[in-house]
Structures are given as structure tokens and as C-alpha cells.
């Protein structure tokens, strides 16, 4: 079979070249919004380190981290492509590794943890999008990057805010459910030991809404401890006499001890 007759046989949503000249048929009108991903994973030491891929679909950023020099590259993806699997990482005699899973099932006992995570056209199509942010730290090395790329909601950046459309009411499809402003991405971030080091927008901030482009970084030593017991479902906070004034004294609240 030539390599047109491959290309032929299987659906993209990548545009990948696999010869000189030679593109897979994925979704021309992307490439804006993974240009400033690809970028930075140019801009990264990779040499060495271990990449996760997240919706990794036919795997545009886990060969741009091995031609990059990393050393594992996995591919996380709830619909594995067969273009992918079956063809793209055969055609390039690859070592990245891809697997069907669900970001909410995403655990460190799978595969260890990471010096890098992309996490790219994801965030903004989650209903739980917390929860899939506790996923990726629980996976993040001490020091590992994060490159987030996400649909972002432009207004009111004086506070934390999230944006939850349905049905027609969002900018995309019915899916798209999830716009955190900047400052209410980088402050939720912020309670995970998660540091934004750069943001960019695609299209100049545009209102009411934009693609950005996040570089962040993870460092367990910057979680508050007191708020992941809590949050973690591990406080005493209401059950513990010590426990509690102090934790509640430390946040600057005043407890009432009669009551």
C-alpha cells in the first residue's frame, strides 16, 4: 500500500507531516490554536524527561517532545485514535505509547509521574474541571511544566471568575462548558501548587472570549497543607477541638467558641 493509499484509508484530526511535503488531512483551521503549544514545547530542555500527553488525540505534541529529545512520551486519550496508533507512530518507528483513558481516571500508579504535561483544546470541554486539575498535580513531578491550552473567558479579569455556558448559549459546541477568566484559572491553579509563568492569547484578547496559551510550573513545597486536608476530604477541621481554631485562625476567621 503507498503511503497515499494509508493516508487515504484513516480519519485525522492532526495536520502531521510524514514525508517531506506530505501532511495528514486533519483539521486545517487548528493550527492557529496549536501553534503557541507547539512552540512551547520547542522552548523546553526535554532531553531526558518524561512527557504526558493529555487528549493526546493523533499525537501532534507527543512527536514534537520525542523529535525534542524526551525520552518517554505517553498519550492519554478517552477516543484513541487508530490513525495514531495504527499508522503514525509505526510510520515514524516511534516510542510514544498511547493509551484509551479518561482524564478522571488518570493516576500516578498508571505511569509514574512527569517533567512535563500538556494539556492542550481540553480544559473548556470538562464538566468536572477541578477534579481533572487535581488529576494532573497528583501526576506532576516537583518541578514539572504544565502547558495548558484552553478556551478562555476575557471579561471582568478583576476577579476569579468561571464562565459555564450550554447548549447554544457558548462560543463552540454543546460540549464547551468551561471558561475560566485568567485571573480565575491562575488563582485555582495557584491552590495547586501551580504557577503560571506566562500566558498568551491567540487572537489579542478578544471579547468575550479567546484561546490562551498557559506555562505553568508545580511545586509541592507552595500547596497550602491545611486546605489539601480539607479539600483532599483528610481535615478534622469540625470534628477536631485543636484542629479547628487553629486552621480557622490561620485563614483569618473568627470562631466562636460558645456557639
Excluded at 496549536?34 to 512527536?63: E, H, N, Y
Excluded at 484513541?80 to 510510520?91: D, G, M, N, R, T
Aim: proline letters at 5%; charged letters at 25%.
Amino acid at each position: 500500500m503507498t503511503l497515499d493509499e494509508q493516508l487515504q484509508s484513516y480519519s485525522f484530526y492532526h495536520v502531521i507531516e510524514v514525508a517531506p511535503g506530505v501532511f495528514t488531512r486533519g483539521y486545517r483551521q487548528l493550527m492557529g490554536t496549536q501553534r503557541p503549544v507547539l512552540d512551547a514545547i520547542r522552548s523546553l530542555p526535554l532531553a531526558g524527561k518524561r512527557v504526558l500527553d493529555i487528549g493526546c488525540r493523533d499525537g501532534l505534541f507527543c512527536f514534537e517532545a520525542e523529535r525534542q529529545g524526551a525520552e518517554e512520551i505517553i498519550g492519554i486519550d478517552n477516543d484513541l485514535s487508530p490513525a495514531a496508533v495504527e499508522f503514525l507512530i509505526p510510520h515514524f518507528k516511534s516510542k510514544v505509547r498511547m493509551h484509551a483513558l479518561n482524564i478522571m481516571d488518570l493516576a500516578p500508579e498508571q505511569f509514574g509521574k512527569f517533567d512535563l504535561v500538556i494539556f492542550a483544546g481540553v480544559l473548556y470541554h470538562l464538566r468536572y474541571p477541578f477534579q481533572a486539575l487535581k488529576q494532573i498535580r497528583d501526576v506532576l513531578r516537583d518541578g514539572a511544566t504544565l502547558i495548558i491550552e484552553t478556551g478562555m473567558y476575557t471579561l471582568h479579569e478583576d476577579q476569579a471568575l468561571l464562565w459555564c455556558p450550554t447548549g447554544t448559549e457558548g462560543p463552540y459546541e454543546p460540549t464547551s462548558v468551561t471558561f475560566f477568566n485568567i485571573k480565575g484559572l491562575t488563582d485555582t491553579l495557584r491552590t495547586f501548587g501551580i504557577t503560571v509563568q506566562s500566558h498568551s492569547y491567540l487572537d489579542n484578547h478578544s471579547i468575550p472570549h479567546d484561546r490562551c496559551t498557559l506555562i505553568c510550573q508545580f511545586h509541592e513545597a507552595k500547596i497550602d497543607e491545611e486546605l489539601r486536608r480539607y479539600w483532599d476530604g483528610q481535615h478534622k477541621l469540625h470534628t477536631d477541638a485543636a484542629e479547628g481554631p487553629r486552621v480557622l485562625a490561620t485563614w483569618g476567621l473568627v470562631l466562636n467558641a460558645e456557639r
